[in-house]
């Protein structure tokens, strides 16, 4: 048995406003499954000891990080993609918290609220605040949503009712109007963050943000690239919580520690130490986001002995893959430059989207997975419909492909299970 405990900070959830007693419940329920997800790895890289107690102090620990910056004044802002420029809230002296759902624990509060056909990760986000189980969302000060598909585009109004919540007009071309549109909203974004910081963001602010926000980028791309050896130094789970976790952490402290343990993985790849094992089938996962405590696709895969070695996601490749041009000087070159890095974000959102399908093959390639599978939440229309073109690319390459669309809840499990399991067979031999 593991003595793996998320901690319980019963007196901050209170004075946030939380329903303590649901939520306490909820913090015992995540451990439990962290427990059993992860611990029980083998070989796992010493390193991996800073995320463990990243997710052991989650709802605490970090919170209080926040907390301390909201009293110096610094804005905290929840967000929900990958397209809200993070340099421009850490160029003002603030935090950027990633608030999206990952549990089926939320799912009914959004229910009583919102229609049941609607994508899990939208429910399971919105039932964090309707039922106040998520300290983040109750620590920010605003949350910026955007345009990008219709369930959140239509959520954030009655989200307004529960936190202040601002929307970016993400187009869905990348026509010169489309880009120039979002130029317009990158700089209403700052003003906004001005705003709440009640202060002016400076150029050398805003030239240091984004190579921060760079190094981050640059050291995940690193632990990628360590992944795609084979046989893989780290497992895919532990790549995926490092992921997660680059959501909510304070960007320097993460950066540093994921390139410490790349140093580990460069190590362990000297000393051919693989997990899971030598032989183990390699799979790269393409799709929807999977937001924290979303390791379901990754449990059953890794579970029947493969490993993944890449995920083509927001919550994966599409938030690191790009950098920022540092080289540009002047505020308005700079808003200019950031557009253009968000703008290569290729979200199944956009139309057309080509460059999302040449850059699976291309990650395929790139990772030396044997097989892609294609993961969709339910009910994500431009997820669910791109599968059309990506499985076409992929039988186009002969490479052998599943797809899955799933939610949260457990009850698919055994059908996924066999699934999962045929298709390794025939990947593996
Ligand atoms: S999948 Fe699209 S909408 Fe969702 S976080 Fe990523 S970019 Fe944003
Ligand atoms: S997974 Fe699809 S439906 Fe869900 S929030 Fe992202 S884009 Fe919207």
Redesign the pocket.
Do not use: N
């Given at each position: 048995m593991s003595d793996f405990e998320i901690k319980p900070y019963p007196e901050l959830w209170r004075s946030l406003d939380m329903d303590v007693e649901r939520f306490d419940k909820m913090r015992l329920m995540m451990g439990d499954m962290f427990a059993k997800s992860y611990l029980g790895q083998q070989n796992r890289p010493a390193a991996m000891a800073y995320f463990d107690n990243m997710i052991a102090e989650i709802h605490g620990g970090r919170v209080k990080e926040l907390l301390a910056a909201k009293a110096e004044g610094r804005p905290v802002i929840g967000t929900?993609?990958v397209y809200i420029p993070e340099e421009i809230v850490l160029a003002a002296g603030g935090i950027c918290v990633g608030l999206?759902g990952g549990s089926q624990g939320s799912v009914p509060d959004a229910e009583k609220i919102l229609p049941r056909n609607?994508?899990?990760?939208?429910k399971s986000a919105f039932g964090f605040k309707a039922g106040r189980i998520c300290p983040y969302f109750q620590a920010v000060d605003f949350v910026y949503g955007e345009t990008?598909?219709?369930?959140?585009k239509k959520c954030w109004e009655i989200l307004d009712r529960m936190v202040p919540t601002y929307v970016m007009e993400i187009p869905q071309c990348k026509q010169p109007r489309d880009i120039a549109l979002w130029n317009e909203e990158v700089r209403d974004f700052k003003t906004k963050v001005e705003e709440v910081a009640g202060r002016a963001i400076t150029e050398a602010d805003l030239a240091q943000a984004i190579k921060v926000m760079n190094g981050k980028r640059r050291a995940l791309q690193r632990l990628n690239t360590l992944r795609h050896h084979s046989p893989s130094p780290i497992s895919g789970k532990d790549g995926l919580l490092i992921e997660q976790i680059a959501f909510y952490d304070e960007p320097l402290r993460f950066t540093e520690k994921v390139n410490a343990l790349c140093d580990e993985l460069e190590e362990r790849i000297k000393a051919r130490l693989a997990v899971p094992g030598p032989k183990a089938t390699r799979i790269m996962v393409a799709g929807?986001?999977m937001a924290l405590p979303n390791w379901k696709i990754h449990n059953l895969v890794e579970g029947a002995g493969a490993v993944i070695v890449n995920e083509e996601s927001?919550i994966g490749t599409r938030y690191f893959k790009d950098l920022v041009d540092e080289n540009v000087t002047g505020m308005e070159a700079m808003l200019t430059a950031l557009t253009d890095r968000y703008k290569e974000i290729d979200?199944?959102?956009f139309t057309p989207n080509d460059e999302r399908i040449t850059q699976v093959v291309k990650e395929f390639r790139d990772s030396g997975a044997q097989g892609i599978i294609n993961y969709?939440?339910q009910?994500?229309?431009?997820?669910n419909i791109e599968e059309v073109r990506i499985r076409e690319a992929c039988e186009a390459e002969s490479i052998p492909y599943m797809f899955i669309e799933s939610d949260y809840s457990p009850e698919d499990l055994g059908q996924l299970q066999t699934r999962v399991e045929a298709f390794l067979e025939q990947v593996g031999g």
């Open positions: 929900f993609c999206c609607i994508c899990p990760m939208v990008t598909c219709d369930a959140k929807t986001p927001c979200c199944s959102c969709s939440l009910f994500c229309h431009t997820y």
